[in-house]
């Protein structure tokens, strides 16, 4: 592996004119600078991190906790740590992606260590007992997730408040008079995944408003057990024209469910998601849904934490909140309702 002693001898330079070079720590000229550069790449030198560590205080490593819970739908998990990775890497940091079960532990432990220079959290609860943790480590922190107390911390969601009441308005104008809306599983929730209730609350209660029948359910996570409580929601409530779903693993499961009833989308059934366009495209999901952005929600964590990370003057500004307003993407999957679906 090459050193930075190695790079100095193949541009003919000293060691310190060298590493000012590559650092920029002090005026180099151009012709210098580029032959540094030339000499680095040919010799596929990469700055030891410890010593760059010593030398600046920064590792360039930004921390990603987040967890892969069973009774939740993995590929849509992974499209929020895409976000934040690919950032990160346009950015010049390394993610240290970091999945234990313990995350108080585990979080205390790479800011204690100072492994990393930011902490991005995922997975967040209502009452996260990861965040008093944050709050008092020496690196700034953001959340990808809205707890019940965003004090001292960065905070980037998507409103699912607004979004629950874009699903229903949308069919309550073309007609429908009764829906059935399926959320995440309810260990979801009880774990302190506030983002199920919000959209549902928000729908449930623009609903009532609007004089709707809203039937919500809590959904599964895998197949078979999804496609069997679609079938038997369907079932219940066979004069439902509109099926709203805030549930990765239920949209992936629809259009097996429909085919294997016969049904028309959105001949007989309307349908909106929330989900990615990209998720959308893994899973050749041909419904209308509500963005849910999680390679831009990744991407404003990254970039907020990082303007900390480099800038003093940024680690004085006050935190934000910010929400992504809910956009709904038209696949031509819903219609006014017909009199009847029998």
């Known amino acids: 592996m090459a050193t930075i002693a190695d790079v100095a001898r193949e541009a003919?330079?000293?060691?310190?004119?060298?590493?000012?070079?590559?650092s920029g720590k002090r005026p180099i000229?151009?012709?210098?600078?580029?032959?540094?550069?030339?000499?680095?790449?040919?010799?596929?030198?990469?700055?030891?991190?410890?010593?760059r560590a010593l030398a600046t205080a920064q590792t360039k490593v930004l921390g990603l906790l987040a967890q892969f819970h069973e009774d939740e739908f993995a590929p849509a998990m992974m499209q929020y740590i895409l976000g934040v990775t690919n950032t990160a890497r346009d950015l010049g940091y390394d993610t240290l992606l970091v999945t234990e079960a313990d995350g108080v532990r585990a979080l205390r432990r790479v800011t204690d260590s100072r492994m990393v220079d930011g902490v991005v959290l995922m997975n967040i609860a209502h009452d996260d007992a990861r965040l008093p943790v944050l709050r008092a480590a020496p690196q700034p922190g953001a959340l990808v997730g809205f707890p019940g107390d965003c004090s001292g911390l960065d905070v980037f969601d998507l409103d699912f408040e607004e979004t629950g009441r874009v699903m229903v308005?949308?069919?309550?104008?073309?007609?429908?008079?009764?829906?059935?809306?399926?959320?995440?599983?309810?260990?979801?929730?009880?774990?302190?995944?506030?983002?199920?209730?919000?959209?549902?609350?928000?729908?449930?209660?623009?609903?009532?408003?609007?004089?709707v029948i809203l039937h919500a359910a809590y959904g599964e996570s895998r197949q078979p057990a999804v496609g069997r409580l679609l079938h038997h929601l369907l079932d219940t409530y066979p004069a439902a024209t509109g099926l709203l779903i805030n549930n990765e693993a239920a949209a992936a499961a629809l259009p097996s469910v429909t085919y294997e009833?016969?049904?028309?989308?959105?001949?007989?059934?309307?349908?909106?998601?929330?989900?990615?366009?990209?998720?959308?495209?893994?899973f050749s999901l041909p419904y209308s849904f509500v963005e849910s952005a999680p390679d831009r929600l990744g991407a404003m964590a990254?970039?907020?934490l990082v303007r900390r990370v480099e800038s003093q003057a940024a680690?004085?500004?006050?935190?934000?909140?910010?929400?992504?307003?809910?956009?709904?993407?038209?696949?031509d999957s819903t219609a006014p309702p017909r009199p009847s679906r029998a």
């Open 315 to 331: 680690r004085q500004e006050p935190f934000v909140v910010r929400f992504i307003s809910p956009e709904l993407v038209s696949r």
């Open 261 to 282: 009833r016969g049904l028309r989308v959105p001949g007989d059934l309307s349908v909106i998601g929330r989900y990615s366009a990209d998720f959308a495209a893994t």
């Open 169 to 211: 308005e949308h069919l309550h104008r073309l007609g429908h008079r009764e829906l059935i809306l399926v959320s995440h599983p309810e260990h979801v929730v009880e774990r302190g995944g506030a983002y199920v209730w919000r959209l549902r609350d928000a729908a449930l209660e623009r609903a009532r408003q609007l004089g």
């Open 12 to 22: 003919g330079v000293s060691r310190s004119t060298a590493s000012y070079a590559l």
């Open 302 to 304: 990254v970039r907020q």
């Open 29 to 51: 000229s151009e012709e210098v600078r580029r032959r540094v550069l030339a000499a680095a790449e040919a010799l596929a030198y990469t700055p030891n991190a410890g010593a």
